[in-house]
Structure formats: structure tokens, C-alpha cells
């Protein structure tokens, strides 16, 4: 054992102690989330390990994503992994209130789906001592020391799909003290998908073993089509109908410099729509007010509010219906990148649904997707500086149909490109690497 294993090793007995001395106030914060209803209000004590479903027999393989975007690039891989291996069970956790909104109904009907334990050893040990899981695949950052060292001294696979770490993540993990901890952590994973080559290096340089450390595309490009209810069907195409020869754009989970932009856009194009989708829905309302303070006439979905003569914003504030808006609108704005601190949102939705795509300078870890689509193709996404620059885009893309039309079909086509063989690698990785060891385990 060599000493940065034993440091490491002794780390995780402080955090393990200090997680169980904290237990009872975690408990406290659950039940004031509940509340405040942050959490289910019949189901929280999932997040203490505590089932709600009975464990079918046989081999099963625990999916966890800590909320609604990480959630949705699973359910894919789930859909495949099903397809592939009909024999396995699977189960399905996230964290958040708002991912299980939208979620319950887009997982397959076979798959098992409960909250995740919050990582203190009662709640992990419980969690992993009922559901027995052969595997655990993770999504993205989701690295919590009890999880992961419960799993593994019990022999479970692990794997981390779309692996990825901030900066701010990385240097504090890259701390003399934390140093140790993470090597450890990530020694015990059998698969490691980095989200890109960048973020292969960071995992490296935390000393996960190369061997484990494999390439599959990003799984935000495996852009699942989840059916709609015919209440859904019904309630776009009328929504469509009320769309029609109206120039509409689509802002995507920003708000704060629309209004200006909105303005600037009506005084030269009167019969325009601007839409807007709330990065929290809740926030819907509040944005109406703002707009309606300023003339502006609104209408709000989850109100199931219709767009009369003059109304000249729809607010979307309703949550799992972006993907479908992105299909309504020929230009969609990706907000959190128009400000500093933020880190950008996912834009393979909406070039899958064939938008042409725009977005602001602060992109964050979404950079690799920019830069990838960018280099099949320039024309497939467009970054801005600010406001204005965004004023004068959308005011040429409406005044030529051709200059939108080419962008419409470059953000298709470079998705298209990247998303071909995604699921099909992340398979063949998954397959050789953690469900190779599940058949290895129920033949013991």
C-alpha cells in the first residue's frame, strides 16, 4: 500500500466520521426541504435509504444523475442498456424534486426509479444493503466519497459516463489535503468516459488509472425522442397553429437582457414572438410581471394561456417541454453564457430539432460542444458578445430567409455528425467494463 493510499485512506475515515456525527442534521434539513417543498412530500425518506419498491430478483444495475439535464442524457443509455441486456434490472435515482417531475414518465416502465440517498453512511449502507446493485454507473460529477467506497467494499462495478469536473472542482480537489481522497475515490471505478480529451487530462492528473479512462462522444448529443401523451400532441399542435406566420425566436434559460432585445426586434418586425423558457419555471411568473410593467403583452403556458392579437411574448414556464418548443422555432438563444460566472447550457437539443443556434461568450464546460460543432461545421452555432451583437444577429436571420436557413441546416448537420455513434460506443464500453462483470458475478 503505498503512502498516498494510506493519506487518502485516513481522509475518507474523517469524512465518513464527520458525515455520520452530521446524520441527524441532515435529517433536519430534509424535513425543512420537505417543507418547503424541495422534496416529495411522500417520498423523501428515499433520500435516507429508505425503498419504496420492492428489489425484483436477479442481476441489477443502479443509474444515478444528480438532477433534470444530467437525468435525460441517461435515459438513453437506459433505453439501450434494456434493449441489449433484457435480463438485467435497472434502477433509476436522481436528487432533485424537478428531475422526477419529468422524468417518471420518460423512463421505460421497467425500470425502477426512487430518489438518491443523501451520502452519510446510514443512508448508503442502507441503500446499498437493499437494492444489492452488481453496478453503478454515474453521470457526470456525481463523486461522493461514501457511495463510492460502500460500493466498492462490496465489489460492485462502478463507471462515470460524461465525466466531468469544474475548475473550481478540480483545483479544490487538487489540494494537498483533498489530493489523496480523490485518487482513491476515482482508483475504484472499473470505467471513467470523460466528457472530452480536457477533461481526460483532469481525471488523469487526479491519477485515475489510464487503463480506465475511455473516449465515447458526449451523451448530450444522444438526444432521446421521449412520446408525447395525446394530451402533449394536442397541446403543441395547437400552440403550432397559433405560431404560424409569425416570426418567432426561442430564448432558452435567460431573461434578463431579452427584454431590451425583444424591444429593438418588434420596432422593425411588429408580428414577432419571442419565447421565452425559464431556466426555473417558477421564475415564469415573475418575468411576466417584469414584462407586462414594461407594455409588453404575455402569455404564460402553464396558465394554458392563448396568444391573442398583440401578445407578443409566450413565457414557457412549465418543466421537460423545451426539447419540443426547440421544434416551433427556427432561432433558439442559449441563455447562461451572456453574463460572467456562468457556464452555459446544453445546445445539442436545439440543434437536433434543426434551430439555428446562438449563444453568448461565458459557455463554461459546454465549450467542447461549441468548439465541435464549430469545427464540422462554422455556421452551426454562432457566440455573441452581449445585447447588441445579439440585437443585430437576430434582426439579419429575420430580414434573410437564406442566411437562417443555411444556419438552420448547419446545426443539424454537425449534430447529426456527432451524435451518430454515440450510444453504440458508450455500449460497447459499458458492455466490456461493467456488464461483462455483472454476468461474471451472477455466474459465481
Not at 437539443?349 to 434551430?355: L, P, S
Request: with cysteine.
Amino acid at each position: 500500500m503505498t503512502a498516498a493510499t494510506t493519506t487518502g485512506k485516513l481522509v475518507y475515515k474523517v469524512y465518513r466520521t464527520l458525515t455520520y456525527g452530521l446524520s441527524p442534521l441532515l435529517h433536519l434539513h430534509l424535513r425543512w426541504r420537505k417543507l418547503r417543498g424541495l422534496e416529495h412530500p411522500m417520498r423523501w425518506p428515499e433520500r435516507l435509504g429508505l425503498p419504496s419498491l420492492p428489489r425484483p430478483s436477479g442481476p441489477l444495475v443502479w443509474f444515478h444523475a444528480v438532477s433534470l439535464g444530467e437525468g435525460m442524457a441517461a435515459i438513453p443509455v437506459i433505453k439501450h442498456c434494456k434493449q441489449c441486456r433484457p435480463d438485467v434490472n435497472i434502477l433509476m435515482t436522481t436528487t432533485t424534486l424537478s428531475a422526477f417531475e419529468v422524468i417518471k414518465s420518460r423512463l421505460p416502465a421497467e425500470v425502477i426509479y426512487q430518489f438518491a440517498p443523501v451520502d452519510i453512511p446510514a443512508a448508503i449502507d442502507a441503500f446499498l444493503g437493499y437494492w444489492k446493485p452488481s453496478a453503478i454507473v454515474l453521470m457526470e460529477s456525481e463523486l461522493w466519497p461514501n457511495l463510492i467506497m460502500g460500493a466498492s467494499k462490496n465489489g460492485t462495478a462502478l463507471a462515470l459516463l460524461n465525466a466531468r469536473l469544474s475548475m473550481k472542482s478540480f483545483k479544490r480537489w487538487s489540494r494537498p489535503l483533498l489530493f489523496p481522497l480523490i485518487s482513491l475515490l476515482l482508483s475504484k471505478f472499473s470505467l471513467i468516459v470523460p466528457l472530452s480529451s480536457i477533461q481526460g487530462i483532469h481525471f488523469q492528473l487526479l491519477q485515475a488509472p489510464p487503463f480506465v479512462i475511455n473516449f465515447s462522444g458526449d451523451l448530450k448529443y444522444a438526444v432521446d425522442e421521449c412520446e408525447l401523451s395525446m394530451e402533449e400532441v394536442g397541446s403543441m399542435e395547437e400552440l403550432k397553429v397559433q405560431l404560424a406566420h409569425k416570426r418567432i425566436w426561442m430564448a432558452a434559460s435567460i431573461h434578463r437582457v431579452i427584454l431590451g432585445v425583444h424591444k429593438a426586434l418588434v420596432r422593425h418586425h411588429p408580428d414577432i414572438i419571442t419565447i421565452i423558457v425559464p431556466r426555473h419555471p417558477h421564475h415564469g411568473q415573475k418575468i411576466a410581471r417584469a414584462l407586462q410593467k414594461e407594455g409588453q403583452q404575455v402569455a404564460l403556458r402553464s396558465q394554458c394561456e392563448k396568444l391573442i392579437p398583440g401578445t407578443s411574448v409566450y413565457v414557457v414556464d412549465t418543466l421537460g417541454e423545451l426539447r419540443y418548443m426547440y421544434k416551433l422555432t427556427p432561432i433558439a438563444v442559449i441563455g447562461g453564457s451572456f453574463l460572467p460566472g456562468f457556464a452555459g447550457h446544453n445546445i445539442s437539443e436545439a440543434a437536433a430539432a434543426g434551430c439555428a443556434v446562438l449563444t453568448g461568450p461565458h459557455i463554461g464546460h459546454f465549450s467542447h460542444m461549441v468548439l465541435e460543432m464549430q469545427h464540422l461545421n462554422p455556421f452551426s452555432v454562432l457566440q455573441v458578445s452581449g445585447k447588441l451583437e445579439l440585437e443585430d444577429v437576430l434582426s439579419k436571420l429575420f430580414s434573410d430567409a437564406k442566411i437562417l436557413e443555411s444556419r438552420q441546416k448547419a446545426a443539424k448537420e454537425a449534430f447529426c455528425a456527432l451524435s451518430s455513434s454515440i450510444l453504440a460506443n458508450v455500449w460497447n464500453l459499458l458492455n466490456f467494463h461493467v456488464f461483462g462483470k455483472v454476468s461474471k458475478l451472477e455466474n459465481k
